[in-house]
């Protein structure tokens, strides 16, 4: 039973020749969640050869251009593949308007519904759940309303001890104390770095975090592992916002398009390895 995420957009608003804006695709036994959706994004979902009908929901974090402007090309395409099945989609309140729009000019012969969850979250609260995982919307600190999404596996017991696995995407904020707390303990974090350190002034202004900011949350939440991305234009050299996260949080990895990272199974307390590699299978002994 697959826990895997693949990275099909690491940029900010400016787009680098090989970086999309921000999107990300979470299959969890093989039910698909797409969180963020940039320009271009469904090009990335067709070279990682993902499946428009199998995305079952869609979590937005907040409405700047660069979280959802491959939304409509996005809809779309889900209907030239002849979708049918609702397609759930999650967000702050304004993302409504936004999609009344595109349903105003290009709803007619759609061929499937798009139900739309408001989401206005003052603290981690669930909301979407199935057999296969819970997911909870936590407030971020941004110029907006801005919302981070924690992924929550849910094991039955016949497969204990096998320890539920988990993932959280915090994408945009500026650094707030109950950050660490909201994100405490998840297999996996996904932390925006859009600056190095030398540049926490510009962090500061535009409500986003440095790269010490995103591995001392990582370090404060007992987090296993720590993906930085959202990168800014600025940044030439992505290496050196992966090497000021290790200073502080070794087990961080700046990520590139293209990226897959599995979540295996552990046992029931039991610490992942930190040279286990993040495409590792799950033992056989768990099947």
């Not at 320009?39 to 079952?56: A, D, P, Y």
């Not at 660490?180 to 002034?201: F, P, Q």
């Not at 290790?246 to 029931?268: H, K, L």
Request: proline letters at 6%.
């Amino acid at each position: 039973m697959n826990f895997t995420l693949t990275i099909l957009g690491s940029a900010s608003a400016l787009p680098f020749s090989d970086r999309n804006p921000s999107a990300q695709a979470l299959s969890v036994h093989g039910r698909l969640f797409l969180i963020d959706c940039g320009e271009g994004t469904q090009q990335r979902i067709r070279q990682e050869h993902l499946s428009f009908i199998k995305i079952e929901a869609v979590f937005i974090s907040h409405i700047h251009g660069d979280h959802i402007f491959g939304l409509f090309g996005l809809f779309s395409s889900m209907s030239l593949y002849h979708r049918v099945a609702p397609l759930h989609v999650f967000g702050p309140q304004n993302l409504g308007p936004v999609i009344k729009f595109y349903l105003s000019y290009y709803g007619e012969g759609l061929g499937y519904e798009i139900v739309f969850h408001p989401v206005s979250a003052k603290e981690p609260e669930q909301i979407y759940g199935s057999k296969t995982v819970n997911v909870s919307a936590f407030p971020l600190n941004h110029k907006i309303d801005c919302y981070g999404y924690r992924f929550d596996e849910v094991v039955s017991p016949r497969r204990n001890p096998w320890k539920p696995r988990s993932y959280a995407y915090c994408s945009d904020t500026a650094t707030f104390p109950e950050l660490s707390s909201y994100v405490s303990g998840v297999d996996i974090l996904y932390h925006e770095a859009t600056y190095t350190e030398e540049l926490s002034a510009k962090a500061g202004q535009y409500f986003h975090s440095t790269s010490k900011q995103a591995a001392s949350c990582a370090l404060e939440a007992g987090a296993g592992r720590l993906l930085i991305g959202h990168f800014s234009s600025r940044i030439k050299d992505i290496s050196s916002l992966e090497a000021e996260c290790r200073e502080i949080f070794p087990e961080t990895f700046a990520v590139n398009d293209g990226d897959v990272f599995e979540i295996p199974y552990i046992r029931e307390y039991e610490k992942m390895p930190s040279d286990m590699p993040c495409g590792a299978d799950m033992p056989d002994s768990a099947v």
